[in-house]
Structures are given as structure tokens and as C-alpha cells.
């Protein structure tokens, strides 16, 4: 059978926690009923999202710079580093040893934290530092280094339309994400189109749909259950038409192991590439960063089946150790666009080596 023959019966159930698909769509029936649409915007509780209400995606809410965001992320890291330093210490290889376990903790990979912890024995030795707080400048330097290949400048309106597929497990924060980076373009005065590509998913459709009306933002989509491919396609001709700037395709949350829901993405990947070869222009895979090293195992296998192009880390605001955008850079060098740190239109922020560097690991107080 040819895949434009599949009907959405045929897919296998999206799980993930262990959620079975009947228990996803009695949430989503749920959901559904709340109060206006407040239940489309997330799985949280019916108290958790009303009381989100007033800031959820609100232009005016108090946006969290980088380093606010990254609050509970560096107090963990910080803590476990300032562990290392207490009391009299050597600069010995006892120490080394229990910075480098730190840096492991923290979801930076053991690779990473080796050659990390390898370049810093090197830099105490040839500056001759003898310090605490030289010792941890020179980690900073040597992560944000290490971060830097992730930095690089967004091509974004070189090619109309600039064609981005968002991809990524369940719940990660692709829609949400999608809402955040269109608000931000159209504040640039660039038009962007959205496609509900995610038919998958009961509300998914709507979730969007919703995003765009508040946002005034065009969404093209077709009704739950229908072709992913036949959307993304409508869309883009739809983008042509209206000269958009950025057409961006949001895509159902699956695991690797889904194979046929990987092909739904190949075929979206095929159709869009059949209209025009460069096209997608990227595609974007969502991580959450408390997922720690999961995210990695994540990342090797979408880009082995879609060929992921770019990241966005989401959630760092939360549990997330951090540690987990040294390790993707490390072993993928591929450009992290933005790092999530809260639910309002502008917690997204471009990703910035230093920065994040910065804000992950400041001077040890004294
Ligand atoms: N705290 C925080 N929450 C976030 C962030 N990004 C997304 N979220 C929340 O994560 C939840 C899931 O977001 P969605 O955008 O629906 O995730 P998704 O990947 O589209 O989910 P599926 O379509 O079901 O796969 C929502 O409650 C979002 O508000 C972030 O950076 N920080
Ligand atoms: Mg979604």
C-alpha cells in the first residue's frame, strides 16, 4: 500500500509515559469540555492551566531573561561545584575527579565532561591558577567554548517561503514553540503560516487553530485524522500564494520506535521535496531538557530517520540540569536556535553561547 493510502486508523497509538491512546483521548475529550479552550493549550491540570491563563503566551507578561530562567538549572549545578570547593581543597586529581562527576550529573555526557575537565587540569597548570574562583572562570570559558559551534547565524528569511518542520517526541513543546517563534517573526514585521500537520492527536488541530486566532496568524489544516502530508502540501501552496515569509509545519509527538509515524515524516519530508528540492528548509527537532540524556537518543534517532538540521531545547525553567546543551553540541555540532525557559510568548530565546554559559555557571560566591 502506498502511503498516501494509509488512513489514520492504521497508525499505532502514540505513547509515551506509558499513556495509552484510549487514556490520551478521554484526556482530550476532557479537555475539550474545560472551560473555553484553556485545555487545548496543555495536559495540565484544570487548575494549573487557569491559573496559567493570564500569562500563557500574554504579549504583556514579564518575559524571564536567560539567566532567571535558568534559575533552578544552575542552582543544582552550583551547588554540586561549590560542593567540590568547600572547605581547604588541593588542586589535585581528587578534585578533578569530583568536578568532572559534577559536570556528569549535570547531563553533560562523559565524553564532554572528560574533555572538559582534561583542558581545565591544562589551563590551572599554564596560568598557574590557584583559586577557586579561577578554577570555575576557567570552566566557564571552557564550556562556552564548547557550546559555541551551537551559535550560528538563522538564514531564516533568505529563501520565501523558509519552509520549518518542527519535530520531536510527545509533549515536548513543538506547538508551543511554533507560537512563540511566529509571534517573535511577526513582531519583525514578517508574515509567517502555520500548517496543523499534526492530525494525529485529538484537539492538536484546534490547539493550533487557536494560536493562530489569537496571534492573527494564518493556520492551514484539514480535519482530525486526515493526510499530514496532504496539509503540509496545501500549506505550502498556500504560503506561495500569499507570499509568506515562514511556513511552519507542526507535526504529531512520536517515539522512534513508531515506524510508521517516522515514515509520516519521510513523506512529508518526500512530498514538500517533490514541489521544490531545498524544501523543508529545516527541520527542527523540540527536546526537553529535563529529559536529560534522553534527549540525545532522541536527537540520533530523528536525525537518522528526517535529518534534523537545527535545535530547540524547551523547559530549561524547570528540572532540566543544563548540562544537556553542551552534550548535544558536542556530539551533533548542529546549531541549537533557541532554549525555552517559560510558557510566554518571549520565555524563547535565541541560543547564545556565552550566555547560557553565563547563566549555567556564575562566579562562585565567595
Ligand atoms: N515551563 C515551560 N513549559 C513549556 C516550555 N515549552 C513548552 N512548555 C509547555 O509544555 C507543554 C506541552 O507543550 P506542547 O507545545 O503542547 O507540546 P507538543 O510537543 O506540541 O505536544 P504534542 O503535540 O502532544 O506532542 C505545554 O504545557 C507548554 O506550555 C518551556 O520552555 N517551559
Ligand atoms: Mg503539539
Same mark, same amino acid.
Given at each position: 500500500?502506498?502511503?498516501?493510502?494509509?488512513?489514520?486508523?492504521?497508525?499505532?497509538?502514540?505513547?509515551?509515559?506509558?499513556?495509552?491512546?484510549?487514556?490520551?483521548?478521554?484526556?482530550?475529550?476532557?479537555?475539550?469540555?474545560?472551560?473555553? =479552550?484553556?485545555?487545548?493549550? !496543555?495536559? $495540565?491540570?484544570?487548575?494549573?492551566?487557569?491559573?496559567? #491563563? @493570564?500569562?500563557? %503566551?500574554?504579549?504583556?507578561?514579564?518575559?524571564?531573561?536567560?539567566?532567571?530562567?535558568?534559575?533552578?538549572?544552575?542552582?543544582?549545578?552550583?551547588?554540586?561545584?561549590?560542593?567540590?570547593?568547600?572547605?581547604?581543597?588541593?588542586?589535585?586529581?581528587?578534585?578533578?575527579?569530583?568536578?568532572?562527576?559534577?559536570?556528569?550529573?549535570?547531563?553533560?555526557?562523559?565524553?564532554?565532561? =572528560?574533555?572538559?575537565?582534561? !583542558?581545565? $587540569?591544562?589551563?590551572?597548570?599554564?596560568?598557574?591558577? #590557584? @583559586?577557586?574562583? %579561577?578554577?570555575?572562570?576557567?570552566?566557564?570559558?571552557?564550556?562556552?567554548?564548547?557550546?559555541?559551534?551551537?551559535?550560528?547565524?538563522?538564514?531564516?528569511?533568505?529563501?520565501?517561503?523558509?519552509?520549518?518542520?518542527?519535530?520531536?517526541?510527545?509533549?515536548?513543546?513543538?506547538?508551543?514553540?511554533?507560537?512563540?517563534?511566529?509571534?517573535?517573526?511577526?513582531?519583525?514585521?514578517?508574515?509567517?503560516?502555520?500548517?496543523?500537520?499534526?492530525?494525529?492527536?485529538a484537539a492538536a488541530v484546534e490547539q493550533l487553530q487557536e494560536w493562530g486566532k489569537r496571534?492573527?496568524?494564518?493556520?492551514?489544516?484539514?480535519?482530525?485524522?486526515?493526510?499530514?502530508?496532504?496539509?503540509?502540501?496545501?500549506?505550502?501552496?498556500?504560503?506561495?500564494?500569499?507570499?509568506?515569509?515562514?511556513?511552519?509545519?507542526?507535526?504529531?509527538?512520536?517515539?522512534?520506535?513508531?515506524?510508521?509515524?517516522?515514515?509520516?515524516?519521510?513523506?512529508?519530508?518526500?512530498?514538500?521535496?517533490?514541489?521544490?528540492?531545498?524544501?523543508?528548509?529545516?527541520?527542527?527537532?523540540?527536546?526537553?531538557?529535563?529529559?536529560?540524556?534522553?534527549?540525545?537518543?532522541?536527537?540520533?534517532?530523528?536525525?537518522?530517520?528526517?535529518?534534523?538540521?537545527?535545535?530547540?531545547?524547551?523547559?530549561?525553567?524547570?528540572?532540566?540540569?543544563?548540562?544537556?546543551?553542551?552534550?548535544?553540541?558536542?556530539?551533533?555540532?548542529?546549531?541549537?536556535?533557541?532554549?525555552?525557559?517559560?510558557?510566554?510568548?518571549?520565555?524563547?530565546?535565541?541560543?547564545?553561547?556565552?550566555?547560557?554559559?553565563?547563566?549555567?555557571?556564575?562566579?562562585?560566591?565567595?
Open positions: 500500500m502506498s502511503d498516501d493510502k494509509k488512513t489514520p486508523t492504521q497508525e499505532p497509538t502514540l505513547q509515551s509515559n506509558n499513556e495509552s491512546q484510549n487514556d490520551i483521548d478521554s484526556v482530550a475529550k476532557k479537555e475539550k469540555k474545560r472551560s473555553g =479552550l484553556a485545555g487545548f493549550f !496543555s495536559r $495540565k491540570k484544570v487548575a494549573e492551566v487557569n491559573s496559567n #491563563q @493570564d500569562t500563557l %503566551g500574554a504579549p504583556e507578561a514579564e518575559p524571564a531573561t536567560v539567566e532567571q530562567g535558568l534559575d533552578r538549572t544552575r542552582s543544582g549545578l552550583m551547588d554540586k561545584i561549590g560542593g567540590v570547593f568547600k572547605g581547604s581543597f588541593d588542586l589535585d586529581d581528587d578534585l578533578f575527579d569530583s568536578l568532572e562527576e559534577a559536570l556528569i550529573t549535570s547531563d553533560i555526557s562523559v565524553e564532554a565532561s =572528560l574533555g572538559l575537565v582534561d !583542558s581545565l $587540569k591544562h589551563r590551572v597548570k599554564s596560568e598557574r591558577i #590557584q @583559586d577557586a574562583h %579561577g578554577v570555575v572562570s576557567a570552566l566557564r570559558e571552557e564550556i562556552t567554548t564548547m557550546l559555541e559551534p551551537a551559535e550560528q547565524d538563522w538564514a531564516v528569511f533568505n529563501q520565501r517561503p523558509y519552509v520549518l518542520m518542527m519535530v520531536g517526541v510527545n509533549g515536548v513543546g513543538k506547538t508551543t514553540t511554533i507560537a512563540k517563534i511566529a509571534k517573535q517573526f511577526q513582531d519583525q514585521g514578517r508574515s509567517v503560516m502555520l500548517a496543523a500537520a499534526d492530525t494525529f492527536r496571534m492573527d496568524i494564518p493556520v492551514v489544516a484539514q480535519k482530525h485524522g486526515a493526510d499530514a502530508a496532504a496539509v503540509a502540501h496545501d500549506a505550502l501552496n498556500s504560503a506561495i500564494v500569499k507570499g509568506s515569509h515562514v511556513l511552519m509545519i507542526d507535526t504529531a509527538g512520536r517515539l522512534h520506535t513508531q515506524s510508521d509515524l517516522m515514515e509520516q515524516l519521510q513523506k512529508i519530508n518526500r512530498v514538500l521535496g517533490n514541489l521544490d528540492p531545498s524544501m523543508p528548509h529545516e527541520v527542527m527537532q523540540i527536546l526537553d531538557a529535563s529529559t536529560g540524556q534522553n534527549a540525545l537518543t532522541q536527537l540520533q534517532h530523528f536525525q537518522k530517520a528526517v535529518g534534523v538540521n537545527s535545535v530547540c531545547l524547551t523547559k530549561l525553567d524547570g528540572s532540566a540540569k543544563g548540562g544537556v546543551a553542551v552534550s548535544v553540541t558536542e556530539k551533533f555540532k548542529l546549531p541549537i536556535r533557541y532554549i525555552g525557559v517559560g510558557e510566554g510568548y518571549y520565555d524563547l530565546k535565541p541560543f547564545l553561547a556565552k550566555e547560557f554559559a553565563n547563566a549555567l555557571i556564575p562566579d562562585l560566591i565567595e
